[in-house]
């Protein structure tokens, strides 16, 4: 059975840091991209990064560039998102999913078979 089980979210002052790890059970792990979305109170989920099946290519979206970090440890079968200089606009939900698009960065939601529970991440002012 496929599981996504995210953990690490927390509350955190504005320009701290948090890591968030997602372990992955039940299937092959090394066969799918991986990502992070992240969905605020009464706003619709978003993409946040992506990292391709070895790890070699790394996209994430604009608003986090330069503080968010996505990384991959196939041994261990999980993913990680480092997260720096924390902003109140980063406070979600934040869930991790895998991907069996084969080629480029998957970004949209639709290209995600497996999904996480969530993780909750408050960043306060």
């Known amino acids: 059975q496929v599981q996504l089980v995210e953990s690490g979210g927390g509350l955190v002052q504005a320009g701290g840091s948090l890591r968030l790890s997602c372990a992955a059970s039940g299937f092959t792990f090394s066969r799918y991209a991986m990502g992070w979305f992240r969905q605020a109170l009464g706003k619709e989920r978003e993409f946040v990064a992506a990292?391709?099946?070895?790890?070699?290519?790394?996209y994430s979206t604009d608003s986090v560039k330069g503080r968010f970090t996505i990384s991959r440890d196939n041994g261990e079968n999980t993913v990680y998102l480092q997260m720096n200089s924390l902003r109140p606009e980063d406070t979600a939900v934040y869930y991790c999913?895998?991907?069996?698009?084969?080629?480029?960065?998957?970004?949209?939601?639709?290209?995600?078979?497996?999904w996480g529970q969530g993780t909750q991440v408050t960043v306060s002012s």
């Open positions: 999913a895998a991907s069996w698009v084969q080629t480029g960065i998957p970004k949209d939601l639709s290209d995600y078979q497996y």
């Open positions: 990292i391709s099946r070895s790890g070699g290519t790394r």
